[in-house]
């Protein structure tokens, strides 16, 4: 079982609302992820971390943002949230490792703004 | 440019058969390769990979998939079906060598009947 945990498992917000959606890893993983995901459908990478200050941009271009202060925490912000957002989040981290890069997936959020 | 495809969106066995769900890629170099599979609520989990070495690739839950390089397929099997391996399954790759992410494909639901 992995040690990633998301909150809130569920979110219903307002058009216009700035939310928060929580990441936490207890594995001491240094790559976190965050991907975007519509009911059934492929998996997007819009934002990761090598570690501790360290934010960059995925291959799906998002409004939202990310922080890494800490090795275990890698929040993602809305800072206006749309209808367009609404979509599944999954967080994800691994050990930097070249080789053998194995994801571990928190539950995920599902978001809905309305 | 890396890419994979799952060329089926669903799968359909009866409980008892043996399944395939096809995946194919495409990298520059040698191919790092990966099966995750995500129960319904529920985030990814790993199920396998390959790296170098046997073509063959035994994982959890008596999944196994083969590499086949002339082919640039990996595609996921098992020999007896069983109604709990209804599922998502992504197909991912990244290429070796590279400090690059995982690209996932659509995925494929697998629907076992009894």
């Known amino acids: 079982e992995a040690d990633i945990y998301q909150t809130p498992r569920y979110l219903v917000i307002g058009t216009g609302k700035k939310i928060t959606l929580e990441c936490s890893q207890t594995m001491g993983h240094d790559k976190m992820y965050w991907y975007q995901q519509d009911p059934g459908m492929e998996l997007h990478l819009i934002h990761y971390?090598?570690?501790?200050?360290?934010?960059e941009k995925g291959d799906l271009s998002s409004e939202s943002t990310v922080s890494r202060i800490r090795t275990e925490h890698f929040p993602l912000t809305l800072e206006s949230a749309r209808p367009s957002h609404t979509s599944q989040y999954l967080c994800?981290?691994?050990?930097?490792?070249?080789?053998?890069?194995?994801?571990?997936f928190g539950s995920g959020t599902q978001l809905s703004v309305l | 440019a890396q890419s994979v495809a799952q060329p089926e969106d669903q799968v359909n066995v009866a409980e008892g058969n043996p399944l395939t769900v096809k995946c194919t890629y495409s990298v520059s170099g040698n191919p790092y390769l990966f099966w995750y599979v995500q129960y319904p609520n529920r985030g990814l989990q790993f199920l396998l990979k390959?790296?170098?070495?046997?073509?063959l690739v035994k994982g959890s839950y008596g999944f196994e998939a083969e590499f086949n390089k002339s082919q640039t397929s990996f595609h996921l099997k098992k020999p007896s079906a069983l109604v709990s391996d209804s599922a998502l399954y992504f197909c991912?790759?990244?290429?070796?060598?590279?400090?690059?992410?995982?690209?996932f494909g659509k995925g494929t639901k697998l629907s076992v009947k009894p």
């Open positions: 971390s090598y570690g501790v200050n360290s934010t």
């Open positions: 991912a790759v990244r290429s070796g060598g590279s400090q690059g992410n995982l690209i």
């Open positions: 994800a981290s691994s050990e930097y490792h070249p080789v053998n890069e194995k994801l571990f």
């Open positions: 390959y790296i170098t070495g046997d073509n």
